[in-house]
């Protein structure tokens, strides 16, 4: 996989019963049937995996997603979604880490770390989702956090074979508030930096994400940053007019 490959995700979240994931996913499989220009990965609840998966069906650009999973292979773990599960539903992606899970549900950076390592090793890209709080960066505490955020997140896994990471400021998702291009210059080189540091020169086929109020009007500017390799998008995504406008940017 390269980096220069753009991958725009579409985190749909707690959204959409299945006729809605169905309707939007047809909508964007039929505005971007012959997409060239990267890879569109829709991210739906689990229930509406397979209304998804069917509606994007043979469109060439086009892949799945889940936004979480658990590290295990099966068993005793009453509520949670094991990697083979993920495949089995027709997955290649899933997000760890999404700051929803550590912010709201209060998932610890150990844990995104076991299941960063778990479900590469079970076959699935997974996408480590980074970024510091208002507090965090206001306290000058930015390349703290996304260090240990990486180096917890990527502490088991062998390789960077299929590994993305996205940067999404904590306090840019679903406010309204985009970072501004010179703070995703400065977190993206960071997180770049960074991966070289771990993966060597593998660490440059590594796409960085970029997530945060992301919309069509944004999308063009964020997207021609130097190491922004792809788009991280909740409320845009939920329109297949807006975020087909994102892809097309
Ligand atoms: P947003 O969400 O585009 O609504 O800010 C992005 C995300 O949380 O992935």
Redesign the pocket.
């Known amino acids: 996989m390269s980096a220069s490959t753009t991958l725009f995700?579409a985190?749909w979240?707690m959204n959409k019963t299945r006729v809605e994931a169905a309707a939007t996913a047809s909508d964007l499989a039929a505005r971007l049937n012959d997409f060239h220009a990267g890879e569109v990965l829709l991210i739906p609840g689990f229930t509406c995996l397979e209304a998804a998966r069917s509606a994007i069906a043979g469109v060439p650009a086009f892949s799945l997603g889940a936004q979480d999973v658990y590290p295990a292979e099966k068993g005793a773990f009453t509520g949670e979604v094991a990697p083979g599960q993920l495949l089995d539903a027709g997955c290649a992606y899933v997000l760890t880490g999404?700051?929803?899970r550590r912010h709201v549900l209060g998932e610890a950076d150990e844990f995104v770390g076991r299941k960063t390592a778990f479900a590469a090793a079970a076959g699935l890209k997974p996408i480590l989702?980074v970024g510091e709080t208002l507090p965090e960066r206001q306290g000058g505490r930015l390349e703290e956090v996304l260090t240990r955020q990486l180096a917890t997140g990527c502490a088991e896994i062998s390789s960077s074979e299929g590994l993305a990471i996205?940067y999404?400021p904590v306090w840019?998702?679903?406010?309204g508030v985009t970072a501004t291009i010179q703070d995703i210059v400065q977190a993206h080189a960071f997180v770049r930096g960074w991966l070289a540091s771990r993966f060597g020169a593998n660490g440059d086929s590594v796409r960085i994400l970029y997530?945060?109020?992301?919309t069509p009007k944004n999308a063009r500017d964020i997207l021609a940053v130097d190491n922004v390799n792809g788009v991280?998008?909740?409320?845009?995504?939920l329109d297949a007019e807006s975020f087909a406008a994102i892809c097309l940017a």
């Not at 840019?172 to 406010?175: D, L, Q, S, V």
């Not at 997530?211 to 992301?214: A, E």
């Not at 991280?232 to 995504?237: E, Y």
């Open positions: 995700a985190n979240k999404h700051s929803e989702c996205a999404e840019a998702i679903g406010t997530g945060g109020s992301v991280l998008v909740g409320g845009a995504s």
